[in-house]
């Protein structure tokens, strides 16, 4: 198992452009999430999905956007960066949305919005 | 809202025992997690406890769990530098959507 993984590693963008944050986990898990991680703080929640086809906002939803097409992938979206939007980005998966189950994190894609 | 608080850095000699405190604020919290994050990775469970339980123990790490003064700490015995880490404690209720500290930094030195 490739467990959880994402692309790019690394990404820099201009302010106003928009890009797609890949995820993807080959474990079936139903429940999959976006983090993003700032300075000084702990990670927090951007969007997460209890299965295909269902997507509901986190603590930050603005300014991203998510789609479960398939139990496999949940791509994160940005539709126009801004400099705000620079972090680290984590995606985590788990079997399914039930307190205590092990998430499982991808290795982080880094974005920097000049 | 709910907010989980963790002092940010802990240095400790090597073979000592390393204790990483946490609080939260949400009395609801039905789980609570401790994360570790090695350089340019990303997180990796450690352990978690359930909130009707007091104390859990797995290997070199204790966690203690005092849901009156809604505190949680982390032992780590016999700290290695294998062990130098960010250390993020977490919480939830029955949903798994994590409300996560800071994260401590743990140094551990000869």
């Known amino acids: 198992n490739a467990g959880v993984t994402q692309t790019p590693k690394f990404q820099v963008l201009k302010t106003g452009q928009s890009m797609t944050l890949q995820c993807a986990q080959d474990?079936?898990?139903?429940?999959m999430s976006w983090y993003r991680q700032d300075p000084g703080m702990g990670l927090r929640l951007i969007h997460y999905?209890?299965?295909?086809?269902?997507?509901d906002q986190g603590e930050v939803p603005n300014g991203y956007n998510v789609s479960r097409s398939t139990t496999e992938d949940f791509p994160l979206r940005l539709l126009s960066a801004a400099p705000s939007q620079t972090s680290v980005y984590f995606c985590?998966?788990?079997?399914?949305?039930?307190?205590?189950?092990?998430?499982?994190f991808g290795p982080g894609t880094r974005l920097l919005v000049l | 809202g709910e907010d989980v608080e963790q002092s940010l850095f802990l240095s400790v000699r090597e073979g000592d025992s390393s204790v990483i405190n946490c609080t939260y604020t949400?009395?609801?919290?039905?789980?609570l997690y401790w994360y570790k994050q090695e350089p340019g990775a990303g997180l990796q469970l450690l352990t978690y406890?359930?909130?009707?339980?007091d104390m859990k123990q797995d290997q070199r790490l204790t966690v203690l769990l005092n849901k009156k003064d809604k505190h949680l700490s982390l032992r780590i015995a016999d700290t290695q530098t294998g062990d130098s880490a960010i250390y993020f404690c977490?919480?939830?209720?029955?949903?798994?959507?994590?409300?996560f500290g800071a994260g401590t930094r743990l140094a551990v030195h000869p």
């Open positions: 985590a998966s788990s079997y399914s949305p039930a307190g205590g189950e092990t998430q499982y």
């Open positions: 474990m079936n898990h139903e429940y």
């Open positions: 999905s209890v299965g295909a086809g269902i997507t």
């Open positions: 949400d009395s609801s919290s039905t789980y």
């Open positions: 406890i359930f909130s009707n339980m």
């Open positions: 977490a919480e939830s209720n029955d949903y798994n959507k994590l409300i």
